[in-house]
């Protein structure tokens, strides 16, 4: 086998890598001096000429011409004899240059040079994916379904990357179909032993901020700023906007007449409840848009515990609070406070917390879970919605809801 043409003797690598010429001619001597270094004990005295534009490669070994029986090196060092055989007028001390064959390395140093070539054509593609996919890390992508398995689903992008959508990524709702094609932000790129790991998610906020930016050409430009956004994935989302143009609606201009605009996020995100608010630094009034669609009577700041305190009508507490306790919580993580919500108008209460000898710990936390930790929050609740609300059975909630009636009874 002739050292010519040396890339169509690997041509399953040329052609299957996305690896140019001259990148693929490099790694070949790389290899080609490890197989040398091997075989002779050195490669310093070898030229491996590359020649990329017609694809081929030749190797030279370079030896000085001695007397016979001076020998010391047999790879630095060739008898006079020997030279003469090649070119009679050769004279002591001068280089003899011989070409190498292929050939000439033995069957066995071909085969571990091939497998070397793999190896290091791998760890390029593995190199430059990594820093291709590391680029991207923050960016919405789009891969199809290549194969679900109980932990995670295995996309392929259009090249024929690999990248993993993990369970804990996904949106409660999503369902996938093979060949369907997904959507999501590259939250990391990772190396796995040599090969890069690429992780999409779904669940991010960064991605409901960067499909904002998709959708919204106001958003796109720079008009409008997306100021926060927090989440429960599939289920609500509250984004903070604002605008440097005073001319501009920055929550109108996202949501579009009727919802025409942030329609699409929503379908995209399994129908998840997106709030649109505008921000603002008045961090009262801030509170108070967070909590919408809850309308607030007054708010006041501990500025030193991040705590607000707000009062509001008893019939908008549960809009407050919202389902599962999600809106007081999104709100509190939009704004920065612990938000503590009080009825306006109710002069008597007791914290659940008052009842420790009659009710378990464990039970006041799963009330305090959707916003209940006063004993009057828990009575204005129907039996049934708060059996739906908690992981509590009904005989647990209606005796605890007669151990707080009690109390007022009394």
Request: proline residues 2%; negative net charge.
């Amino acid at each position: 086998m002739e050292n010519i043409a040396l890339i169509d003797s690997f041509s399953e690598f040329k052609d299957d890598k996305s690896i140019d010429r001259v990148t693929l001619m490099s790694i070949l001597e790389e290899t080609f001096r490890s197989a040398l270094k091997k075989k002779y004990g050195s490669d310093d005295n070898f030229d491996i000429i590359v020649n990329p534009d017609k694809g081929d490669l030749e190797i030279w070994r370079n030896r000085v011409i001695v007397d016979d029986g001076e020998v010391e090196d047999e790879n630095q060092e060739v008898t006079i004899t020997e030279a003469r055989k090649i070119e009679t007028d050769f004279e002591v001390g001068e280089d003899l240059s011989e070409e190498v064959k292929l050939m000439h390395l033995g069957r066995r140093a071909i085969l571990a040079l091939r497998q070397n070539l793999i190896a290091k054509i791998h760890e390029h593609d593995n190199t430059n994916l990594y820093k291709q996919f590391k680029e991207l890390e923050g960016e919405v992508y789009t891969a199809e379904v290549h194969h679900i398995r109980h932990k995670a689903v295995i996309l392929l992008d259009d090249d024929g990357n690999e990248v993993i959508l993990p369970k804990e990524k996904q949106i409660s709702s999503d369902f996938f179909r093979k060949g369907e094609n997904v959507r999501g932000i590259i939250e990391t790129v990772e190396l796995r032993g040599n090969k890069p790991a690429i992780i999409m998610s779904r669940t991010s906020p960064l991605f409901l901020e960067k499909l904002f930016e998709q959708e919204i050409p106001e958003v796109f430009d720079g008009l409008i700023n997306v100021k926060n956004v927090v989440r429960v994935p599939g289920e609500k989302a509250k984004v903070a906007v604002d605008s440097y143009d005073d001319r501009i609606d920055p929550v109108g201009a996202c949501v579009g007449v009727k919802g025409s605009r942030i329609h699409g996020i929503v379908r995209e995100l399994g129908n998840e409840n997106i709030d649109v608010i505008n921000y603002t630094n008045n961090i009262q009034l801030y509170i108070t848009r967070a909590l919408s669609p809850a309308k607030v009577t007054s708010v006041k700041l501990n500025e030193e515990t991040k705590r607000a305190e707000v009062m509001m009508k008893p019939e908008e507490v549960s809009r407050a609070i919202g389902r599962g306790g999600h809106n007081i919580r999104l709100a509190g993580q939009l704004t920065g406070y612990e938000i503590d919500v009080f009825r306006e108008g109710v002069e008597e209460d007791v914290e659940l917390t008052e009842f420790s000898d009659e009710i378990d710990a464990w039970i006041i936390s799963e009330f305090a879970k959707i916003g209940l930790d006063t004993a009057k929050s828990v009575l204005e609740q129907e039996v049934s919605d708060l059996v739906k609300r908690t992981d509590l059975e009904e005989e647990t909630v209606i005796e605890v809801v007669n151990i707080l009636k009690s109390e007022f009874d009394d």
